[in-house]
């Protein structure tokens, strides 16, 4: 490998869990008799739906259209009948129900006519944007942004490396690592299609240290045109900018977009994603996951999405009771759920059961700077806590807290047990609300003033329309008034006339 | 499933400031008993005292508080100030004064600041600097030096000295510091090379303290191994102190004495280790850390060399305590991907 690693600040090395599931085959979960499928599963404008209750659609059906640009469409994940369209439980850390497609499987799970792209290298890198669009393909990392975004901006600036992240850094979690050593195939031409569509000049797979089985199946793969790299076991070495740092040793500037450092970074599962779209015209409808954790059988399970959490676990031979908590994503970045019955949706990679212990109390910071040591943005993590704690939120912004990725660190390793995470998201929501408010008061009186000045610009417009009119009347005024003098001269004159002619006449 | 929201992240690493504070007892240990073994057991009394004074107040301001006072108890922290305050006093000295001294650390300077977390004063140093400057006579009869006194003084005399008031066997059984027994022969217009001849001075900074010193110094090591501490301030409290004293020994070694007899003399090594590295009231940015024990290490320093008290730790952490806002403000690191200063 010629590459030379770089490293992030801080970071942890943690027990990983993850012998308990990347051992086993992923298994084909049967298929549910019902599906829930949330209208929104990525970041962005929710989706619309295009069927109504009681039509019949087929696997890979689009049946909710992209509405706006950050947005994309979303499909059938079997044959049946759309038996509801409502208001359903989602994965959302405030338990919240969001508008659901809900489909009725017919058991047969057949398949809509799909059109698979040929050639995908003699296509227009924009027109392979619009098949990744159109497959409902987004960050199956778990950041759920649309990739065709991503991707555009690939084409609107130069792009110098094209990463693909196979790196799970956080605990238990398993499912990249399986898809690799299942499909490595669909991985590596995912990532040519990638790299074509975005025309990137390098371009490089990272796996984590201890994924040996993954790195050997696209190490058979690759050619010269892509660059395999094993990086270093540290959490949270998968994050976005930390693998940037970690690969190339460049800062994705404070605020900005890895792009602005000339990379796009697309997820592993993406790539497979886009191979399927492209060659095969197939959308995202199923996924791996991860189910490990206190389930009695931890595996990877490939699941059509709107399968319910609780399927899944059931399918590892655990019920779910009130002596565990359902985790969604991993330990360190996931989210709780304590209603088993969401569905799975694009962006759930793992769904992790433990057992339920009480945090442990919250104890005053004692400033220790454990929690400096190991952030990797470098931030002053026992500040933040106490600017959020206070709503400080100039000294919030003043300190980066918007910089924080919350992966967890500072918690991790806090003695005082604080929730650290918590209070960061408080504190950037308290400072959102704050700026919508400035921009709503900033609103209202743009508002004022434009109403102001439409105003005046009528009584201008007013004004002037007066004047105009006074001048032209005056014009007018002249005009008839010579007009009339006109006409009474000539009538007299004619009258003169004609008493002239008479005069004469009589003459 | 409970109904509560949790928040990520849902595992810890099982560290908490109970651990932390156990292991900072554990870590005194080693100087514990060369203090034991050079001086006798009454430092343990002492400690004993001052422990259970802390505890018994720090219990009473829980209360009056209105605080969770188990949860606040099992932190350890009252055990620590106790434990340091102790060690700062002569083994001498009348429970009257440890009483005084631990109800100033602990309601003055912790409870009437908020508690654990919100003090900005070393309580134990602040408890110190008010007995210090309250009772500067009852200060100054330490045990006196082990090549000069026979025998160590035996547990009866310490009980009877720290419980009577003005007991007379105080006099026959104490002696001055090194560190004061220089100060007062530098004035006497001695030089140090006659002045370190004194049996008193031990090998290289006064007989039995200068191990007490070295014992603190490897229970620390073992808290930098456990992470219990970090590096910067002890490394920066022994540098700056090496390097100022070098300075002057170089400029002047007859006025000025050795950098290793102020490394292991009084209480440098037990503040670079323990009481400097005291979380709350040092400075949380790495750098600023590294400021902040250089300026405890001059301070303390320029105190022991021109001021009025032989040896000046107490004073330069409360000092150090007050300029801990400023550092931390001037020394937070550069975010990854900040641009610019
Ligand atoms: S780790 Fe916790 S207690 Fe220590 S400084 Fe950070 S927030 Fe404070
Ligand atoms: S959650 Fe935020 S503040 Fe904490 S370590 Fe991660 S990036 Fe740093």
New interface residues.
Partial sequence: MTRELHS??GGLQ?PTFKTLSDQEMSILHPLPERLILPLQQHIGIPSQPCVSIGDKVLKGQTIARAFGYVSVPMHASTSGKIIDIGDYPVPH??ELKAPCIVIESDGEDKLFDIRPTNEYASVDPKELQDVIRECGIIGLGGAGFPAHVKLNEGVENAVDTLIINGVECE?YITCDDRLIQEKASYVVAGTRMIRHAVQAKHCVIAVEEDMPAAYAELEKLIDDDIELVKVPTRYPAGGE?QLI?VLTGK??????LPIHAGIVMHNVATAAAVFRAVTRGEPVISRYVTVTGLVEKSRNLQVLLGTTVKDCIKACNFE???N????L?G??????V?N?DVPVIKTTNCI?V?E?IP???E????????C??VC?????P??LYWFAKTDNTEASQR??IF?CI?C?CC???????I?L??YY?YGKSQIAAEERRRDGADHASARFAARNERLQKDEREKQSVKEEKRIANQKEDKQSYINAAVERSKAKRALNKKTLEDTNKDD | ???Q?????????G???S??MFRVCLALLPGLLAYVWFFGAGILIQCMLAVGFAIAIEYLMLKMRKR?VE?FLK?GSAIVTGLLFALCLSPFTNWWITLSGIAFAIIIAKHLYG????NPFNPAMAGYVFVLLCFPAQMNSWPASPEVANTSPALSDYISIIFSNGDSSLDALSGATALSQMKSQLGMMNMVSEIRIEPMFGHFAGAGWEWISIGFMLGGIGLLVL?VI?WQIPLAVLISMLGISMIFNTYDSDVYASPLFHLCSGGTLLCAFFIATD??T?S???FG?LLYGCLIGVLAYIIRCWGAYPDGIAFAVLLANACVPVI?HYT????????GS
């Fill in positions: 992030f600040p943690m850390p405030s605990p900018k740092q800062e994705v500037p404070s605020g900005g779910a009771d009130e565990c908590r359902v985790i994503g330990p360190m970045m996931g989210m709780h304590t088993p992790l433990q339920n945090r442990l109390p104890m005053p910071c004692i400033r220790c700077g454990n400096v040591d990797p943005v470098n931030l002053l026992q500040q300190h980066h910089d919350e967890g918690s991790y390793v806090c003695p005082s047990n929730p995470v918590q998201r | 499933m409970t109904e929201f949790i928040s990520s992240p849902h595992k810890h690493d560290s908490s400031v651990v932390m969770p949860l932190d508690g654990l977390g919100y992470r970090k979380p709350v040092a949380t940015t790495p850390r931390d937070r690191p550069k975010v990854v991907g900040e641009v």
